[in-house]
């Protein structure tokens, strides 16, 4: 591919990040394929567009965004919207051009995380926050999943989310399994919960 085609990679974090050509970009990439065909893409409700524009200003304004983009001869054919908090980089929302999915974009910018992530010493997880058949290509280990409840306490606690989660240990420069802290937890391990920030 690389001797037909000029491959780029580029992952934007700080106030750059709070472009909203980023997201822009993003929708277009996530609708491009069987999403946009099913009416599942972002960009196919108005109320998750504001949802997503929402968000990502929040993210962006905190230092957690980061947009994380392949591109083939310019053109983005793969991003990922990902959130760095601690040592944790998570990814909320995934998508590629189906138009080359010849070429594995998706896999191939995954892959540029990882080769990031493992010589990052501030890395110490890629979460997934799903658990996808695709998963099981990069050798990632299913972790349990605990219930989070959101909400003030005079109205009484609701069920926000209940999701497997699938992560990636980073090694450290010794070859050595880094330590995987996670956001979800198995039952019973509550006191082991890390605290969520509210946006």
């Avoid at 909203?20 to 599942?40: C, D, H, I, N, Q």
């Avoid at 929040?58 to 990902?82: F, I």
């Avoid at 980073?170 to 509210?198: F, I, K, M, Y």
Wanted: proline residues 6%; charged residues 20%; glycine residues 10%.
């Amino acid at each position: 591919m690389a001797r037909e085609h000029a491959v780029a990679f580029e992952f934007v974090g700080g106030e750059e990040a709070q472009n909203p050509a980023y997201l822009t970009r993003f929708l277009r990439v996530e609708s491009s394929g069987w999403k946009g065909e099913m009416g599942t893409a972002i960009a196919r409700s108005p109320e998750l567009v504001a949802f997503y524009e929402t968000l990502t200003r929040r993210l962006a304004q905190r230092g957690w965004l980061e947009w994380q983009t392949m591109t083939l001869d310019g053109e983005a054919v793969a991003c990922h919207l990902a959130v760095r908090l601690g040592g944790a980089v998570s990814l909320p929302k995934i998508g590629y051009d189906e138009r080359f999915a010849r070429f594995g974009p998706g896999n191939l910018l995954f892959k540029e995380l990882l080769d990031r992530s493992f010589t990052d010493p501030a890395t110490d997880e890629v979460n997934c926050l799903t658990d996808q058949p695709w998963h099981a290509n990069w050798g990632m280990p299913q972790i349990g999943y605990g219930e989070v409840l959101v909400g003030p306490s005079r109205c009484g606690s609701r069920r926000l989310a209940r999701t497997p989660a699938a992560t990636l240990a980073c090694s450290n420069s010794s070859g050595e399994p880094r330590s995987v802290s996670t956001a979800s937890v198995a039952p019973g391990e509550r006191d082991a919960c890390r605290s969520v920030p509210v946006l």
